[in-house]
């Protein structure tokens, strides 16, 4: 039974959405803010999170990248009233694997859910692959058409944080936060020498950029 994290402040949507995906067969654990949500995450392994971005204590845009800078792969859908574009995507870029504005029928958020789970299933965190790049986080090895690439630690970590969000752009600050820690001395073109390192070893195709949005591999679906 896959065990789902939902985090929701709203009483009446919460208890029904917990009650609805009960029924359809998952574990579901439900949370009305981020502080809990950190407890139950650092102690339980949950197959998705369903995640709200306005809640008590704090917003869950901000959540959903610390997520992601501490290398939790979790699918994460995004259930929000916020229906602007720039919203949308600002969740997309913190890395969530899907947005859903409310309101939203009951049975379209177990779809979805189905969908983010069958297509992490498919790329397991054994193996990130992407056209003829493959990375294995187990052995930290990186090969394409077969052949392994020598990667410097921080080249691996860039490459990785890329082919974990393949075919969505990047933004730069996200890959900062994955590369350096705070305090750090780091010259301000530190993260476009190693794209330049990459990109030498890799094939200039690789890593796309968009000036002042960030980077992406693999392309737009």
């Given amino acids: 039974m896959n065990a789902i994290l939902l985090i929701e402040d709203d009483l009446p949507l919460g208890t029904a959405l917990a009650r ?11 949370v009305r803010r981020l502080v809990d949500a950190q407890k139950w995450i650092t102690t339980n392994t949950f197959e998705a999170i369903v995640l709200d971005l306005g809640l008590p204590d704090g917003e869950g845009h901000v959540f959903l990248e610390e997520l992601r800078a501490a290398h939790r792969d979790v699918p994460v859908i995004i259930a929000s009233a916020r229906d602007a574009l720039s919203e949308r995507l600002k969740g997309l870029d913190a890395g969530a694997d899907d947005f859903l504005v409310k309101p939203f029928p009951v ?14 299933a498919g790329q397991s965190t ?26 410097t630690p921080r080249e691996y970590q860039l490459l990785l944080e890329l082919v974990r969000r393949a075919h969505r752009w990047v933004p730069r600050e996200t890959l900062m936060d994955a ?12 993260l476009e020498v190693v794209i330049h390192h990459l990109r ?22």
Avoid at 126 to 151: A, H, Y
Avoid at 200 to 221: D, S
Wanted: charged share 25%; aromatic share 6%.
């Fill in 20 to 30: 609805a995906l009960r029924q359809a067969g998952y574990n579901a654990t439900w």
């Fill in 107 to 120: 049975d379209e958020l177990i779809a979805r859910l189905r969908a983010v789970l069958r297509r992490h």
């Fill in 126 to 151: 054994n193996q990130w692959s992407v056209g003829n790049l493959v990375v294995e986080p187990s052995q930290k090895r990186v090969t394409q058409d077969g052949q392994v690439i020598e990667l």
């Fill in 179 to 190: 590369l350096y820690r705070e305090g750090d001395s780091v010259s301000a073109n530190a």
């Fill in 200 to 221: 030498r070893k890799l094939g200039n195709e690789t890593i796309q950029t968009i000036r002042g949005v960030g980077y992406m591999i693999g392309g737009n679906r």
